[in-house]
């Protein structure tokens, strides 16, 4: 099975950017769509962006479209999100997440098999 890990999290003010990282290990890459989704304290978990395993497309919340962009580098092993004009909304415990049905960018948070530990968002405003 794969390992997730997410870096790159931290604090930055409102209408800044942050760029997160998960690192993958253990199998490759290429066969997992990789998903990032957050959860903010008292809430559920939720989705933010998909891309699967081609990069031929992505998804993403309403809430976040044309302001994040999922990419991945198969050959590094690594998904990104880069996170552009953040809101305190913002603010929440992001999760890189692996669904094994590659060819799938699901936008549902139970689809998703594999999850790493989580690095904190915290928007100030």
């Known amino acids: 099975q794969v390992q997730l890990v997410e870096s790159g999290g931290g604090l930055v003010q409102a209408g800044g950017s942050l760029r997160l990282s998960c690192a993958a290990s253990?199998?490759?890459?290429?066969?997992?769509?990789m998903g990032w989704h957050r959860q903010a304290p008292g809430q559920e978990r939720e989705f933010v962006a998909a891309v699967p395993w081609d990069a031929a497309r992505t998804r993403y919340a309403d809430s976040v479209k044309g302001r994040f962009t999922i990419s991945r580098d198969n050959a590094k092993n690594t998904v990104y999100l880069q996170m552009n004009k953040l809101k305190p909304d913002d603010a929440a415990v992001y999760y890189c997440a692996a669904d094994g049905r590659n060819w799938i960018a699901s936008m549902d948070t139970h689809d998703y098999d594999y999850w790493g530990q989580g690095t904190q968002v915290t928007v100030s405003s």
């Open positions: 253990g199998r490759a890459l290429s066969l997992y769509t």
